[in-house]
């Protein structure tokens, strides 16, 4: 038997996404988090066909696009990676956004986007760009100190973006594309000791660093270069949508700050993210955070699978991807 599963690829500031517009998995009508889990439980083999090698790499972020439960949004999306699924993904719904422009089956102007974790507002804008009004976010804990093998003792902030983070400000690591295999190794270690240190549910690690100083004129000056390591083994070539919202709601918090003040976020390999915020609750430190980018389409595909090809979903991969990282 032969299926056929039709993408759009993607990439918003250098980081891939791949959305499956049909032929993805029947997940039912239910609530995008129950979805989501029947996604995990029942149809894992796709997001490992989709993702994995020979078709994909661990580099790819996919989506799958779905009916929204709530009338008033343009459409549902359940994203999901190597190694697992995402609530939110920040660069993601910006291709998706792209996606549907492409397609032309969205127009200018504001829609509203059901995730997983919640509804998002996207706006997409007369030159190309999308602005993300992301889910409510915050800081969990403040300056939490690990003490990571091999490295010694780091601080940094947890916080929830769509996704869980672990922002460190302080380390002596150079954020560049020549350091990423380091880099990627330093940061396991630290998601490992973040984990163990009782915040298991922490999968992203952000580092911070002074942006580079030999920006491109015609874009604006960054205030902050970043480098993220994703849940499994890749790190994000954007600047990370819901890592920068994380990153937003920590400097809300410390009034570093002001509302509807923009952020640029810049990232390893330089692409910009341009956010700011609107409190959602100060008192309880909740903000939403507004993270704008561009997409563009390289690619538009039917993936087919035939049920003698021995890798037709993907070739398998280590039970446990972060033990083996470590
Ligand atoms: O942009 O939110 C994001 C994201 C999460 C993982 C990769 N990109």
Redesign the pocket.
Known sequence: MTRRVQVIDSH?GG?PTRIIISGGPDLGTGPLSERVERFRNEFDHYRCGVIHEPRGSEVL?GGLLTEPVDASCAAGIIFF?DVSY?G?????TIGLFATLAHLERISLGEHRLETPVGIVTVTLEPDGSVAVENVASYREAQAVEVDVPGIGRIVGDVAW???WFFLVYEHDQELNLANTDRLLMYTRRIRQAVNEAGFPLVD?VELYASPDASHDASEPEAHSRNF?L??GYAY?R?P????T?AKLACLAADGKLAEGEHWVQESVIGSRFVGSFRWEDQDAGRVLPTIRGRAFVNGESTLIFQDDDPFCWGIPQPEDMRALAE
């Open positions: 918003t980081e972020v990676n995402l939110m993904c920040g660069h993601g973006g769509g996704n992203h993220v994703c849940p994000d954007s990370c949508g819901t890592g919202s």
